[in-house]
Every structure is written in C-alpha cells, then in structure tokens.
C-alpha cells in the first residue's frame, strides 16, 4: 500500500492508527487496548532512525501491517465469540533461557502426530478462524513470501531458526504470537526497518506470559 507524502520527518501514532484502519477496513482498530505499547514504540523509533522518507514508510508498513492483523484477530472474537470457549486440551508450553534448546525441544515434540504446532502464517495471519478459509486464501503464499524476504536479508536466520527452510509453514515461536500486541521486538517480524530495535514494550511481562 503506497503512502501518501509525508511532511514531517516525526512518526505519529496517528498515522500509524490511520494505516492499520484502512488495512483492516475496520473503523475501530482497538488501539485503546494496546496502553502504553504503541506511544513507546513510536518515541523508539523516532529516536533511532534516520529522517528519510524510506524508513519512516518502512516502520509505518511493518508497524500497521501487524496491528492490522491483530485488529481482524480481535474483531473475529467479536464476531465469532464461539472462539472463546473453545477448549484446548492438554496443551504444551515450551519455555526456558536463550539457547538452552527450547527450539529442538519444540521441534522434536512436533514431530509426534499426536501433537500439533502452530505455524508461522496460522500466528503472524491468523483472521479469518481457520474454519472459515477459501479456496483462494493468500495467506500461506504471503508468509511463504515474507520468510523468504527475510533469510534474503539474514541469510545466518537459518542457523538459529533451521524450520524456516519450510517457509510459511515453519513452526512458530514466542515472537509471532506477542509481535501482533506489540509485546514482542523480534528481527524476524521487523527486518524491513532500517534499524536495530531494543525496547520492552510489555507494561507487564505476566500478561503475556
């Protein structure tokens, strides 16, 4: 989606917002709901990137594209509130420090039928419910896109994440569930900003957890 001229050097929230509406075509995006998470990502970004129009337009694509995603995720809730009650039974939560295997782990764990990993374009595009998908569904074709623009860029991504050889059907981590509420920072979902992100958007790490 192009963006119009910019005439300021600054990102705004509003912009941002006014994106997100019209990628979702939604008049409510639920930005309320993000508290404080959006204002500090803004205030970060305005302070590492450089005044050209090429970033500014960069971060306002990313930033919108994933809030646009998590408004459709919201407003499906809405819709279909039979999302809620659904039960999941037995689930496994994979935890631990970086680098101590928590992704082989992960891994072998999915390898068992029984069991089932969510993937990478079910996380980062997951509006509509699965039970309402078409036939001409883009969703696993753009992801399939998105992680092969991504190990372009980093092309060292697959020693750390050797699933992303499978594209948009890679398992997914921590990264692509907090991304869509700007609960986490990863490279992975913002590697077309010009910038190296170190922030803690979360106001309370519990409620991601």
């Given at each position: 989606?192009?963006?119009?001229?910019?005439?300021?050097?600054?990102?705004?929230?509003?912009?941002?917002?006014?994106?997100?509406?019209r990628k979702?075509?939604?008049?409510?995006?639920?930005?309320?709901?993000?508290?404080?998470?959006?204002?500090?990502?803004?205030?970060?970004?305005?302070?590492?990137?450089?005044?050209?129009?090429?970033?500014?337009?960069?971060?306002?694509?990313?930033?919108?594209?994933?809030?646009?995603?998590?408004?459709?995720?919201?407003?499906?809730?809405?819709?279909?509130?039979?999302?809620?009650?659904?039960?999941?039974?037995?689930?496994?939560?994979?935890?631990?420090?970086?680098?101590?295997?928590t992704?082989?782990?992960?891994?072998?764990?999915?390898?068992?039928?029984?069991?089932?990993?969510?993937?990478?374009?079910e996380?980062?595009?997951?509006?509509?419910?699965?039970?309402?998908?078409?036939?001409?569904?883009?969703?696993?074709?753009?992801?399939?896109?998105?992680?092969?623009?991504?190990?372009?860029?980093?092309?060292?991504?697959?020693?750390?994440?050797?699933?992303?050889?499978?594209?948009?059907?890679?398992?997914a981590?921590?990264?692509?569930?907090?991304?869509?509420?700007?609960?986490?920072?990863?490279?992975?979902?913002?590697?077309?900003?010009?910038?190296?992100?170190?922030?803690?958007?979360?106001?309370?790490?519990?409620?991601?957890?």
């Amino acid at each position: 989606m192009a963006l119009p001229p910019s005439t300021t050097a600054l990102l705004t929230e509003a912009a941002i917002l006014e994106h997100t509406r019209r990628k979702a075509r939604l008049a409510d995006v639920f930005g309320a709901s993000l508290g404080h998470r959006l204002e500090k990502l803004v205030a970060h970004l305005n302070e590492i990137l450089a005044a050209s129009a090429d970033a500014r337009e960069a971060a306002i694509e990313t930033v919108s594209d994933l809030l646009a995603r998590r408004a459709l995720l919201l407003q499906d809730h809405l819709d279909y509130p039979e999302i809620g009650v659904e039960a999941i039974e037995r689930p496994l939560i994979v935890t631990g420090c970086p680098r101590s295997g928590t992704t082989l782990l992960n891994m072998l764990i999915g390898q068992d039928p029984g069991n089932r990993i969510p993937s990478w374009w079910e996380t980062t595009r997951p509006s509509p419910p699965l039970a309402l998908m078409s036939a001409t569904d883009r969703r696993r074709a753009e992801a399939d896109r998105e992680i092969a623009d991504l190990i372009a860029t980093d092309p060292s991504l697959l020693l750390s994440h050797p699933y992303f050889d499978e594209g948009g059907a890679a398992a997914a981590e921590c990264e692509s569930f907090g991304a869509l509420n700007l609960q986490v920072l990863r490279r992975t979902l913002y590697f077309r900003v010009p910038a190296l992100l170190a922030i803690d958007l979360m106001d309370d790490p519990l409620d991601y957890y």
